[in-house]
């Protein structure tokens, strides 16, 4: 499995970035796609996941109503649209996947990471 993740960057609280991942050597569309987050002194934590079909689309409480998930099967790829960003989401973004359930990108370990993107928000 390969996921290559991109769209970091430096921004102000309260502007937008889009992540993107681009995954390889999987069937797509049968894994569930997710990202997680590593701000700097703290450990990894889960920030989003979204079922193989796209049906289903979980956040973390901190990111509810300003980040959404999306995916196209079509394109092997998945994106995280964050909105009103703050200070606190800096961290290294990742990419992660699992075939095995939804609940396992959102309370455990996914199977699959990509390299981090790093996204910075000053204030």
């Known amino acids: 499995v390969q996921l290559q993740a991109s769209g970091g960057g430096l921004v102000q609280a309260g502007e937008s970035l889009k992540l993107s991942c681009a995954a390889a050597r999987l069937t797509f569309k049968a894994f569930h796609m997710g990202w997680w987050r590593q701000a700097p002194g703290k450990g990894r934590e889960f920030v989003a996941v979204?079922?193989?079909?796209?049906?289903?689309?979980f956040y973390a409480e901190s990111v509810k109503g300003r980040f959404t998930i999306s995916r196209d099967n079509g394109k092997n790829s998945v994106y995280l649209q964050m909105n009103n960003l703050e200070p606190a989401d800096t961290a290294i973004y990742y990419c992660?996947?699992?075939?095995?359930?939804?609940?396992?990108?959102?309370?455990?370990?996914?199977?699959?990471w990509g390299q981090g993107t790093q996204v910075t928000v000053s204030s």
């Open positions: 979204i079922s193989w079909g796209g049906a289903d689309a």
């Open positions: 992660v996947a699992d075939e095995e359930k939804v609940g396992k990108i959102i309370w455990e370990r996914p199977a699959a």
